[in-house]
């Protein structure tokens, strides 16, 4: 069974109990593992915080491996391509490609158009369920 590098915007559409949420969280649980930046944190955690629901938001991170931000991926993360892709998703991008290289996971899970169009520029699938 393969693991999926999921960004902010799909966990938060969970989190937030979009109408889309349970169809999210059913092609998660079809993979062995979630993974992430360890930027998810932070950005889970303020959008917990903003919606008052940070005791959910901190329940959700449990359940995601999270990579550390280190130097050498944000020297990644500066120079990945597209040129156009802004600073965090390029975090985000710089992470999950390294760990589709690596054959950690099989793909990303994201709505964000700029994080689908750079992992489309290194031939990184993206899920995106839908209702």
Do not use: F, N
């Amino acid at each position: 069974m393969a693991s999926i590098y999921v960004d902010t915007y799909a966990l938060g559409r969970v989190l937030l109990a979009e109408p889309d949420a349970k169809v999210i969280d059913a092609a998660l649980s079809s993979y062995e593992a979630r993974w992430s930046s360890s930027l998810l944190a932070v950005e889970l955690g303020r959008l917990g915080k903003a919606e008052s629901l940070e005791a959910a938001a901190a329940e959700q991170l449990k359940t995601v491996v999270l990579l550390p931000v280190t130097e050498a991926r944000l020297v990644l993360a500066a120079a990945i391509d597209p040129s156009e892709i802004r600073s965090l998703d390029a975090i985000h991008l710089a992470s999950a490609v390294e760990l589709h290289s690596a054959g950690r996971v099989a793909a990303v899970m994201t709505y964000d158009r700029q994080l689908i169009a750079g992992c489309a520029h290194h031939g990184v699938p993206v899920v995106a369920p839908v209702v």
